[in-house]
Every structure is written in C-alpha cells, then in structure tokens.
C-alpha cells in the first residue's frame, strides 16, 4: 500500500483536515467513511474516493468506516454488497470491524423524524409526487406551501406513525421537512424525508414499508458514526446547508462536509446506471466484462491495485470538474507491470518458419531473461527447434524502406537464439497467401550474439512449434469511440459511441511452453505486444484464455516527454 511519508498537506481537504485539527473541533479526531449505494459495481470513479477516504484516515492515524448506503429497496441487491467488499479489498483498503449499513439505523432515523415533528419541523403531506414538483417552484420562482404545511404536532404524529404501520399506499404521503418554500436553494423547499416503499429490503425484510431519503440519511448516519470529515462529490455542494440545517435542528454531532470533483475519464463512462444499461443490454459480458471501468473489469483486465492506487494519487482532488485522460491510467499500469511482469514470449498471429539448416530432431534449451528489470526474477529456459513460429506482421513478401523485419533475403535476430536469413516462401497455390516461411541459421550466433560483428537492425519473438501451446487472447480497445460519449453535442445516446471493434478474439495464438499451468489472474509481459493476463473466469488448464491488458506503446510517456521539451 502507499503510505503518504509527508505531513503536508497535499489538497484542499487536508488543508481543512489540518485547520480543524488546529482549532481542536473533532478533539483530533480524523474519521472519515465510503458510502456507497449498493445498486451497481464499483467503477474507478469510486476508486478514487476509496483512496481519499482511507487515504486520509491513514494519513492522519484516523479511521474510515464503510457504509452502505441502502436506503432505496427497489435498486438494491446482495450481489452488489458482496462486490463492493471484495472490490474495496483487492484495492488494499481495510475497514476493520467497521462495516456498516443505513438500515442499521433505520429505528434512530425514524426517532430523529419524530423529534423533528414535535419540533413543528417536519410534516406529513398528502400531495403526490408530481404536485410536489410541480409547487416546488424553479431556480427564478420560488415554490408555494403545500396546503398540509400547518397540520399540527398531534396529527403528524399520528400520520407518520400510521405510515410506518403500512396504513397507507406507496406514494401516497411523504414526510417533508419545514423548511422554506422560497429558498433560493431547492434543497431547502420543503425536501421529502420518508417516502412509502412497499418493497422488501435485502437486509430489513418486510419491517420497514417507509425509508429515508438520501439527503435525511446520510448525514444523521455520518453523526450516528462519529465521523468528522464527510467527503462527497461536488453534486452535493448544493445539498450541504440541508445537510446542516438537519444536524443543527437535531442537535447532534455535527460531521463537516467537503465536496470534490468526480472523476471522470475519457473514452469511458462511469455512472453505474450506464453501465448498468451496457450489461441489462448485453453490450458487454457483465459487469466484470475486462472493457468495463468497473473495478471487477479491470481486475479481470489485468489492472493491478497498485496501479489504481497510483493513478488515484496522480489526478488528486480538485474542486473544478474535468476529464482525465484514460492514457494516464495505462501508463500507470505499464510502469507497475514493467517492473514486475515476467517477459515470455507468444506469438498471436503464428506464421510457421522452417529452419532448413536445423537437424531434425535437435531441439534446445535456450536461456532467456525474465525481466531485464529486476535481476533477481532470474531466468528460464525456452526450446528452440526446426520448426518455429514468428508473428506474421513481422515478415514482408515485398517490404517497405526501413524495413528491419523478416523478408526474403533478410538476416533478422531470433530472441535469445540465433540469427535467421528468410531463403524461401512457400504460398497457398489458390488464394497467394503466405502459409510458410523457410530459413537458414547461423550457429555461431547462438543466444542471438553477433558472430563477426555482423550487425541486423530486427529482432523478433518467436515459440517453437511443437512445444508451444494454443492460446486464445483477447485483445480490447476502447469501449466507445469519443472522448466524451455523455457529452457529445449532438445529443445522441451514449452507446451510439460504443467502438464497435473493442474486442477482437484470436483463437490459435501460440505461447511458449512456460506458461503450461498458468493459474488465472498472472499477468506477463508478452515480448514486443504488450502485457497480457490470464483470464479469471474463461481460461482452464486444458486451455488457457488470456487478456491483453494493454499495448506496450504508451501515448502518456509520449505526451509527458513532449511537455518537458517544451
Ligand atoms: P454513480 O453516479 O456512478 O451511480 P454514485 O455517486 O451514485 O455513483 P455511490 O455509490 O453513491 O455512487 O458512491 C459512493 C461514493 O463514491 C460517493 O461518495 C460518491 O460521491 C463517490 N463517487 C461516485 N462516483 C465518483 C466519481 N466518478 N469520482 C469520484 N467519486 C465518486
Ligand atoms: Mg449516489
């Protein structure tokens, strides 16, 4: 995990963290808590709010509680609770023995409601969702009052109770706080606190036929908690004086709420409603589908926490939205699998290549480095035999200039084995296409070193035939076509933008024969393509089925490199 060494702060919310720790207004506490809504994965998005959330805590010797914010039956499952432990987990983060649930509150939720009626500041009104709308008022006019306002004490009460009893229809009374009907803030228009829900809770059953909104929940369970540092994203800024307004007129501990801007990332989407949209449409596989930016995906991807945690850090919080740009969270994984990947070698579009010169039955044990960046991961043994395969790209009947790959003619390195010189092409009489290449060897180049000095610019990757084994590996690309596929002027719906090309399967790629057994989730570097993971829920040992989970070439170290030039 990283551990933040300085002090400093490093934000705008530590610099509010330090100030209240400075003028003693939590006794030195630091407690902050991630609530999510359990309807849907995790996405990055909420990783980024993960890290800050315990980051934080962590940094100040705090401690941050996970809460599920389950206050709406109807869009709720199980399945999604036991997602977002797991998720919050493999990103490294540890809520201890505080894990936590709104509806565990429900019965100190609904005491508060009381307390606020016999305050005269809550009532139960009769009209219907729509008419709420509808005498709401908008930003330049102000609302009007609901004709139920000045029910008293005694009735409000009695109604509120009856509603908790199941009295009365779904939608048929709400509770609404007393506020003032020409704030200029909405919010503050008289907002709804209980709503009439004759729907099962995954955890309360039947016991509860009335639930709280967000806005009366959230903050009551932040205090109930003791937590002092309620970060949220910036949708809520307009939310915090009803979030005042509540833990002032009950009087109770009073957590301080910080807004920052979401994340947002280009080529993507994350709102869980969308993706949930993409996985009930069947566009992806399900919400762990490796193009999705939930977290499961980009497990299943090959993301490592690591990276997530870094790429968090990079884009630190800000009080303005923006759009990052989805090459600075590759480029953070690439440095992270750089370094711990082991090199092996694969081929995805196998060309056979005879080396005539080779005896026939000779085969080698050739020693290659695993990760030329960490010594220590040592080194393995590939055969090398007469009969190879190279990546089909890498040779050219008819070459361009500057071309130091394979092609008639041609001296090229293999890996760590010999120098190769193309003699022959064999082709498919019918359709021209090449099916064979055939070669000669050096033997005096062995291990792919220079017998005489005799320079070539190419070295290519290759697995020999008859040992290699037969992959499947699915190459990904973006999952929509623009930047912003919410924000596109035209108006139309996000998944116009889907990239109709995010997924290409590759069925007879060869690897060499090191990775027999490969278990599900060990990711590698295949030489000169890219890093690539065994796929956690199609691959077996019969058949492995590999991720790639992202291309070597990385337009971020590019694009940082430009601005150190500038
Ligand atoms: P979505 O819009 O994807 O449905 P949400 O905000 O409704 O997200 P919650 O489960 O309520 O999802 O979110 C839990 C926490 O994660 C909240 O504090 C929320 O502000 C934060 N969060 C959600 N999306 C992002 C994001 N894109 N960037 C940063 N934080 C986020
Ligand atoms: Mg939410």
């Given at each position: 995990?990283?551990t933040?060494d300085?002090?400093q702060?490093?934000?705008f919310?530590e610099d509010?963290?330090?100030?209240?720790?400075?003028?003693?207004?939590?006794g030195?506490?630091?407690?902050?808590?991630?609530?999510?809504?359990?309807?849907g994965?995790?996405?990055?998005?909420?990783a980024?709010s993960?890290c800050?959330?315990f980051?934080i805590?962590?940094?100040y010797?705090?401690?941050?509680n996970?809460?599920?914010d389950?206050?709406?039956?109807?869009?709720?499952?199980?399945?999604?609770?036991e997602?977002i432990?797991?998720?919050?987990?493999?990103?490294?983060?540890?809520?201890?023995?505080?894990l936590?649930y709104?509806?565990?509150?429900f019965?100190?939720?609904?005491?508060y409601?009381?307390?606020?009626?016999?305050k005269?500041k809550?009532?139960?009104?009769?009209?219907?969702?729509?008419e709420i709308?509808?005498?709401r008022?908008?930003l330049t006019e102000?609302?009007?009052n609901?004709?139920?306002?000045d029910?008293s004490?005694?009735?409000?009460l009695?109604?509120?109770?009856r509603?908790?009893?199941g009295?009365?229809?779904n939608?048929?009374r709400v509770?609404?706080a007393?506020?003032d009907?020409a704030?200029?803030?909405?919010?503050?228009r008289?907002?709804v606190?209980?709503?009439?829900?004759?729907?099962?809770?995954?955890?309360t059953?039947?016991k509860?036929?009335?639930y709280?909104?967000?806005?009366?929940?959230h903050?009551?369970?932040?205090?109930?908690?003791?937590?002092?540092?309620?970060?949220c994203?910036?949708?809520f800024?307009d939310h915090?004086?009803?979030?005042?307004?509540?833990l002032?007129?009950l009087d109770?501990?009073?957590?301080?709420?910080?807004?920052?801007?979401?994340?947002n990332?280009?080529?993507?989407?994350?709102?869980?409603?969308?993706?949930?949209?993409l996985?009930?449409?069947?566009?992806?596989s399900?919400w762990?589908?490796p193009?999705m930016?939930?977290?499961?995906g980009?497990?299943?991807?090959g993301f490592?926490?690591e990276s997530?945690?870094n790429?968090?850090e990079r884009?630190g919080?800000?009080?303005?939205?923006s759009?990052?740009?989805i090459?600075?969270?590759?480029?953070?994984l690439?440095?992270?699998?750089?370094?711990?990947a082991?090199?092996?070698?694969?081929?995805l579009?196998?060309?056979?290549?005879?080396?005539?010169?080779?005896p026939?039955?000779?085969?080698e044990?050739?020693?290659?480095i695993?990760n030329?960046?960490?010594?220590?991961?040592?080194?393995?043994k590939?055969?090398?035999?007469?009969?190879l395969?190279?990546?089909r790209?890498d040779?050219?009947?008819?070459?361009?200039?500057?071309w130091?790959r394979l092609a008639?003619?041609?001296?090229?390195r293999?890996?760590y084995?010999y120098?190769i010189?193309c003699?022959?092409?064999?082709?498919?009489?019918r359709?021209?296409?090449?099916?064979e290449?055939?070669?000669?060897?050096?033997?005096q180049?062995k291990g792919g070193?220079?017998?005489?000095?005799?320079?070539v610019?190419?070295?290519?990757?290759?697995?020999?035939?008859?040992?290699?084994?037969?992959?499947?590996?699915r190459l990904?690309?973006?999952?929509f076509v623009?930047?912003n596929?919410v924000?596109?002027?035209?108006?139309a719906?996000?998944?116009?933008?889907?990239?109709p090309n995010?997924?290409?399967?590759?069925?007879?790629?060869?690897?060499?024969p090191?990775?027999?057994g490969a278990?599900p989730?060990?990711?590698?570097?295949?030489?000169r393509l890219?890093?690539f993971?065994?796929?956690?829920?199609?691959s077996?040992?019969?058949?492995?089925v590999?991720?790639?989970?992202v291309p070597?070439?990385?337009?971020?170290?590019k694009?940082?490199?430009?601005q150190k030039?500038?």
């Amino acid at each position: 995990m990283t551990t933040k060494d300085s002090i400093q702060p490093t934000n705008f919310i530590e610099d509010i963290i330090e100030e209240d720790l400075r003028t003693n207004r939590y006794g030195g506490r630091v407690h902050t808590r991630f609530p999510p809504e359990p309807n849907g994965y995790l996405h990055i998005g909420h990783a980024k709010s993960i890290c800050l959330n315990f980051g934080i805590a962590a940094k100040y010797k705090g401690l941050c509680n996970l809460r599920f914010d389950d206050t709406n039956p109807s869009k709720e499952q199980v399945e999604y609770v036991e997602s977002i432990k797991e998720d919050i987990r493999w990103l490294g983060f540890d809520w201890g023995n505080r894990l936590f649930y709104a509806s565990d509150y429900f019965e100190q939720l609904y005491e508060y409601a009381v307390q606020l009626i016999k305050k005269g500041k809550a009532y139960v009104c009769d009209l219907t969702a729509d008419e709420i709308r509808e005498t709401r008022g908008t930003l330049t006019e102000p609302g009007r009052n609901s004709p139920y306002r000045d029910r008293s004490v005694e009735e409000n009460l009695d109604l509120f109770q009856r509603m908790r009893a199941g009295e009365f229809p779904n939608g048929s009374r709400v509770l609404r706080a007393k506020i003032d009907m020409a704030s200029g803030n909405l919010n503050l228009r008289d907002p709804v606190m209980y709503r009439i829900l004759k729907v099962p809770h995954h955890r309360t059953g039947e016991k509860w036929c009335i639930y709280p909104t967000y806005d009366f929940a959230h903050g009551q369970c932040d205090s109930i908690e003791g937590i002092t540092h309620s970060i949220c994203t910036l949708e809520f800024e307009d939310h915090r004086p009803l979030y005042d307004w509540y833990l002032n007129e009950l009087d109770i501990h009073h957590p301080r709420q910080i807004e920052f801007a979401r994340l947002n990332l280009s080529y993507t989407v994350l709102s869980k409603r969308r993706l949930l949209e993409l996985v009930e449409g069947g566009y992806v596989s399900g919400w762990d589908d490796p193009r999705m930016p939930t977290i499961s995906g980009l497990r299943r991807r090959g993301f490592t926490p690591e990276s997530i945690r870094n790429f968090c850090e990079r884009i630190g919080v800000a009080k303005a939205d923006s759009m990052v740009d989805i090459a600075l969270l590759e480029h953070c994984l690439r440095e992270d699998l750089n370094r711990r990947a082991p090199r092996v070698m694969a081929v995805l579009r196998p060309l056979r290549l005879v080396i005539d010169n080779y005896p026939e039955d000779q085969v080698e044990e050739l020693e290659a480095i695993n990760n030329p960046e960490d010594p220590e991961m040592g080194t393995r043994k590939v055969p090398f035999s007469k009969v190879l395969y190279i990546e089909r790209d890498d040779f050219r009947e008819d070459p361009p200039p500057k071309w130091f790959r394979l092609a008639p003619g041609r001296e090229v390195r293999l890996r760590y084995a010999y120098y190769i010189t193309c003699v022959g092409v064999v082709k498919d009489k019918r359709t021209g296409e090449v099916v064979e290449l055939h070669c000669t060897y050096d033997p005096q180049s062995k291990g792919g070193w220079s017998p005489d000095g005799r320079k070539v610019r190419g070295t290519l990757h290759w697995v020999s035939a008859p040992h290699s084994l037969e992959v499947e590996v699915r190459l990904y690309d973006r999952l929509f076509v623009k930047a912003n596929p919410v924000g596109e002027k035209d108006g139309a719906d996000f998944k116009t933008y889907l990239n109709p090309n995010s997924l290409e399967v590759l069925t007879s790629c060869r690897v060499e024969p090191s990775l027999r057994g490969a278990a599900p989730g060990n990711r590698y570097q295949f030489e000169r393509l890219g890093y690539f993971c065994v796929d956690s829920v199609d691959s077996s040992e019969e058949r492995l089925v590999f991720n790639r989970t992202v291309p070597l070439r990385d337009t971020w170290a590019k694009i940082e490199r430009g601005q150190k030039n500038v």
